[in-house]
């Protein structure tokens, strides 16, 4: 297997370095929102366009985790309280 390869993802207009072959939700959030971690009360709604293959675009479930690519875009969007 080789090894991962350094792409440029971008979240929220900002680009970002990233060596691991996929990203997680949390880690997607993370990037965007630096205390994530110290808001479990606080759900955002994450999105993906320029993927891979037969899944280009989707949702980003709290759980999951996608393969990326370099130029791939994420949006983190704030979806409240629950």
Not at 17 to 42: D, F, G, H, M, R
């Amino acid at each position: 297997m080789a090894a991962d390869k350094t792409v440029t993802i971008v979240v929220e207009a900002s680009p970002y370095e990233w060596t691991k072959s996929e990203i997680t939700y949390a880690e997607v959030v993370s990037l965007e929102v630096p205390n994530y971690s110290q808001q479990p009360e606080i759900n955002y709604t994450v999105t993906y366009t320029r993927g891979h293959g037969k899944k280009p675009e989707g949702i980003l479930a709290p759980s999951g985790s996608v393969k990326v690519k370099d130029g791939m875009i994420f949006n983190v969007t704030p979806t409240g309280q629950s």
